[in-house]
């Protein structure tokens, strides 16, 4: 039994539950002896390190989960560090059913919605699913901070719009629900909007600013999708269906390149700056072609 004991706590970060140990054939008295002698020292009621003390973040975030019964899991600002989302957290949470007790040293989330689609695994510790860490951390993080974490879920390619909002859909009335649609805006355009509607929307600026009126062009062997010849400046309207793919966003930096290597820049304007952002991208725009002109 020490043997097998030893195999598992060597897979848990050293850590063992006392159902665990039940499950393995040690009775109460085997526990209590090795408890007595140091050969499992308690962490949390039912909790226990294997014969040592050099506790590693991941066996306290193990620990933790372990307190607090077999449906629990890491979450929050302690899971968006565990999947590399946040750079640090400053206390353990986790996420369980209603009924779980608080537990010292660990801040206990209780819900109703806990699924198998709420977890993964990670480094043999269970918790939230990404999606569901981030309709978390919308709750406790500031529109800045959960906005960085969103873009490190994408960076890390983890991020997953639909995921999101079936997530969203099975959490009705979470307090962070209008953060995270504030910060999902930035990845959502219209479904099957059109270059014609951009360029509807940029001319309507234009005029409202007295901007000239750009052109559609074909340069290079590229359609440009507006030009300002006398500036020899292009704007491109770079939305997720068109621009979001690995070969899209290399085919895009080979097009300037070569726009480039005529003397034409190209002034990248995202989707949402055309509505959201419309203000400030007409100052810009209009600051780039003064420049160009000289």
Known sequence: MD?????LASRQHGVVSRAQLIELGFSRQAILRRLKTDRLRRLHAGVYAVGHWALTPASRDLAAVFACGPRALLSHRAAG???GLLRSAGQ???????????RPGIT???TRVLGPEDRITVDAIPLTSVARTLVDLADVLSDRHLAAAVNEAEVRRVFDLAELDAMLARLPGRRGRSRLERVLAAYTEPLGYSISE????????????ALPKPQRIALAGYELDFYWPDARLAIEVDGGPFHRTRRAFHEDRRRDRRLAALGIQVARVPWLDLTDGAAQLVLELNAIRQQRLG
């Open 3 to 7: 043997r097998a004991l030893a195999a």
């Open 81 to 83: 560090r565990r999947l």
């Open 92 to 102: 353990i949470e986790v996420t369980a059913p209603r009924g779980c007790k608080a």
């Open 108 to 110: 206990v989330h209780r």
């Open 198 to 209: 951009a360029e509807g929307l940029l001319l309507r600026l234009c005029e409202e600013h």
